[in-house]
């Protein structure tokens, strides 16, 4: 049990993550003759997708597996109070803030390219993806510190 539970631990937070890094490649390439009207349809997309398809349910599975994999799993060296488990948990509440923010900032951004208004839009985009770049420091910090399991004795 604990290690099909850990592989779908693994496998829902390699999801999150390449959910951020396919933002990252994805919105640069729209093409600039067209941003407006595939920057538009890109962020009325992802506003829902990512949120109910990918992000949430990623989120959950990684949250739910791994509190199991802590608490019930026989035998389990870790407990929920190790560094490692308190810092998956400050990952999940950075999502939830994340998910909000990007939320809210999504419909902002397809607001204003709806708007026609090009420079708030792009405005909007660079402060989503400063704080993608966060976001997604805070996933592979984490993914770090579960590997090697700090504060784990």
């Not at 959910?19 to 994805?26: P, Q, R």
């Not at 608490?71 to 109070?81: Q, R």
């Not at 998956?88 to 390219?113: C, D, M, N, T, W």
Request: aromatic share 10%; with cysteine.
């Amino acid at each position: 049990m604990r290690d099909t539970l850990l592989t779908i631990h693994i496998l829902a937070a390699c999801i999150w993550l390449g959910a951020n890094v396919v933002g990252f490649v994805v919105n640069p390439q729209i093409n600039p003759a067209a941003r407006v009207i595939a920057s538009d349809h890109w962020h009325h997309t992802v506003v829902g997708f990512k949120q109910r398809y990918i992000y949430t349910p990623s989120q959950l599975i990684v949250l739910i597996s791994g509190v199991v994999l802590v608490i019930g799993v026989d035998g389990s060296p870790y407990e929920m109070s190790d560094t490692f488990v308190l810092i998956g948990f400050l990952a999940i509440f950075v999502a939830v803030l994340s998910g909000i923010y990007f939320a809210h900032q999504g419909r902002k951004v397809a607001a204003a390219y709806d708007a026609d208004d090009v420079r708030t839009a792009a405005s909007i985009e660079q402060k989503i993806a400063r704080w993608s770049l966060v976001d997604t420091a805070v996933i592979v910090m984490t993914m770090g510190v579960m590997v090697s399991k700090l504060g784990a004795f």
